[in-house]
């Protein structure tokens, strides 16, 4: 639509949204402007405080047509994942300003902030399954509503959502699924009969005759042989002259595909799937990334999740010069681990990009596998390469390994397999929220045998860890930190026994010990000297197992301060204090460490503060 005719028609003002009624007084052409001013929002408010950006702008017609079609007060709509939901909040009444900062909206769907999130998720692939949940519930209470389960194209082809949809397509619990396919090749029917089969399938009256015949025909063995003959005639038609997809071999209806940015097309899909008498699919394709130029070419996954940048030249606002995060420290090192160990393999579940692994060589590429969303499948694929002489390295979110836990116990650590796991975003990440906190792997993992838990306090131990990974240690998990680090200019290599604490400082008189890890060790450093404290301060590079020598040396000391602000109770925290008590210490302990509780979106500082875990805050306690 061109410039000058978007001006001649009315804009909503999205301030003043209270719900999503208005949509049905207005006309296809308001519908596009108002399209295009959620984008220009969207844009608005990612580009000043971050988010989730290119699914958003995909999804935009999608969401209107969806909300235009049900009343998501009494209907249920739940997004897969639920980083996609924008312009839902926007046509609910929700404001996008302060975006993912504390005491802001939330960047997925929030069941407290309003009626119409009736779900809520961060991991991908439990819409269906969600869905499917709700419908027995409606079922049951002999209720009367749609439920909508709003799923990628990358999120369905994950094992729990396959699960999902066994169960509810051969279950008589209506779903609508709107699959939303930007990308990924899914097999479709073609041409006019297939087209013409489709529609026919999903009216309504097509659906009260073949109702009314099964109810006709299925009473008595002659008659139900009568419907079964019929049947047999219509689908022997039905396979021969359409192609079928991976939903209609499923037992679904399946509509589709569809313009997913033509809002009259969705309309009509959405009509047809209410018409359905049995859970349906309605396939529209999108652009990723629509109205912005950066996010329509981006290729890497670069503008999916994004933080502040410029909207005119898309570069980001806050430049970390000389500075680097973990994540790519690690991925350059995994570079020199593939080349210097050619029985190396790197597994990703879909997190290549987010990891910074995508700028790895071109001839290493033979060597790295990408599974898609499928966790479980990583790990105990990483056991069977293992069992057959390579050295997997998975690259996996804190938040997303606790998918895997099942098979890190039962298939790597039981058969007591070689394996590097390197577990990014470990500790608190921020403004992602409760579903994305990488604060529980360190407690989970360390109750499994023959596993390794470790963290790096510099460029050098990382080096160090990931070397020590290789020598037939079983699982070695490597957690990494979302913060950042000064970029060093080289990495020394250092000699660290595997096991082993540092002692960074020592006190001569046998007072105080601060037992800490990660880079908050290194910041505690220079505050102990600056504020005059006299202590021992050892860096636990290894959370599991302990390093019992050293703490045998600290039973003499009157206090012991354990420091641990990446992790809740569990491994470092409870596994030190367990060994002072049971071993006699006299003395008295202080442990720092994260609740066991879901941390809410904020900041990575201001969630530190708020449970007293910064390092200048930890230094006020001991003066």
């Known amino acids: 639509m061109s410039k000058s005719k978007v001006n001649k028609v009315k804009h909503i003002e999205l301030g003043r949204i209270e719900n999503p009624l208005f949509l049905k007084d207005l006309s296809y052409k308001e519908l596009d402007v108002l399209a295009s001013d959620i984008r220009g929002e969207i844009l608005r408010v990612t580009s000043t405080y971050g988010g989730h950006l290119s699914s958003n702008l995909g999804a935009v017609e999608l969401t209107i047509a969806l909300n235009r079609s049900f009343d998501f007060s009494k209907d249920k709509l739940i997004f897969d994942v639920g980083h996609q939901c924008y312009t839902h909040k926007i046509l609910t009444g929700r404001s996008l300003e302060h975006l993912r900062t504390k005491d802001g909206p939330s960047g997925f769907q929030k069941r407290s902030e309003s009626i119409y999130d009736c779900y ?62 930007n990308g990924m090749s899914i ?42 003959f019929f049947a047999g005639i219509k689908n022997w038609f039905k396979r021969h002259l359409t192609e079928p997809t991976i939903f209609t071999d499923l037992g679904f209806a399946y509509i589709g595909p569809i313009d997913g940015h033509n809002i009259k097309a969705i309309e009509k899909a959405i009509k047809r799937a209410k018409n359905t008498n049995k859970s349906v699919v309605i396939h529209a394709c999108t652009l990723k990334g629509k109205g912005y130029k950066y996010a329509e070419n981006d290729e890497t996954g670069y503008w999916h999740g994004v933080s502040a940048f ?19 420290l690690y991925s350059d090192i995994c570079e020199e681990e593939l080349r210097n160990h050619e029985k190396a393999i790197l597994i990703s579940p879909a997190t290549i990009k987010g990891a910074g692994l995508d700028s790895l060589s071109d001839d290493l590429k033979e060597r790295i596998i990408d599974v898609g969303i499928a966790e479980e499948h990583a790990a105990t694929l990483a056991s069977a390469l293992s069992l057959s002489g390579y050295h997997p390295i998975i690259s996996i979110y804190s938040t997303f390994l606790q998918r895997a836990y099942d098979e890190v116990s039962h298939d790597l650590a039981r058969m007591n397999c070689n394996a590097t796991f390197l577990v990014d975003r470990s500790g608190l990440v921020g403004a992602d929220g409760e579903t994305h906190q990488g604060i529980y792997d360190e407690a989970y993992l360390s109750s499994i045998p023959n596993v390794t838990i470790t963290i790096a306090s510099n460029a050098d131990e990382a080096k160090a860890l990931f070397d020590e990974s290789f020598n037939n240690h079983g699982p070695f998990f490597i957690r990494l930190p979302r913060t950042l680090l000064k970029k060093p200019e080289a990495i020394n290599k250092v000699n660290i026994p595997y096991g082993t604490w540092l002692k960074l400082s020592e006190d001569s008189s046998k007072q105080l010990a601060i037992i800490s890890c990660g880079p908050s060790v290194r910041e505690l450093l220079p505050l102990i000297k600056e504020n005059g404290i006299d202590a021992t301060l ?27 602000p990446y992790s809740t109770r569990g491994s470092l925290v409870n596994l030190t204090s367990a060994y002072l008590l049971e071993n006699g210490f006299k003395g008295a302990v202080k442990a720092y460490f994260i609740p066991n509780e879901f941390v809410k979106q904020a900041s990575i500082n201001e969630q530190l503060e708020k449970y007293h875990l910064l390092p200048k805050q930890i230094i006020e306690d001991l003066k």
């Open 310 to 328: 410029d909207l005119e030249s898309g570069a980001p606002k806050n430049k970390h010069e000389g500075e680097v995060s973990w994540s790519h």
């Open 187 to 228: 097999s479709k029917p073609v041409g006019a009969l297939a087209s013409r089969f489709a529609k026919i399938s999903t009216s309504a009256g097509y659906n009260r005759f073949k109702s009314s015949m099964k109810r006709t025909l299925q009473k008595g063995k002659v008659r139900n042989g009568i419907y079964n």
């Open 120 to 181: 809520e998720a961060g991991h991908s692939s439990t819409s269906i399954s969600a869905a499917n949940g709700f419908a027995i519930a409606r079922d049951l209470n002999h209720e009367n509503y749609d439920i909508v389960a709003f799923i990628g194209d990358a999120s369905i082809v994950s094992g729990l959502a396959f699960e999902g949809m066994n169960n509810l397509a051969h279950s008589n619990h209506k779903v609508i699924i709107v699959l939303n396919d």
């Open 538 to 564: 050892i860096n636990a590079l290894y959370l599991n197992p302990i390093d019992e020598k050293m703490l045998c040396e600290l039973l003499e000391y009157s206090k012991i301060v354990i420091y641990d």
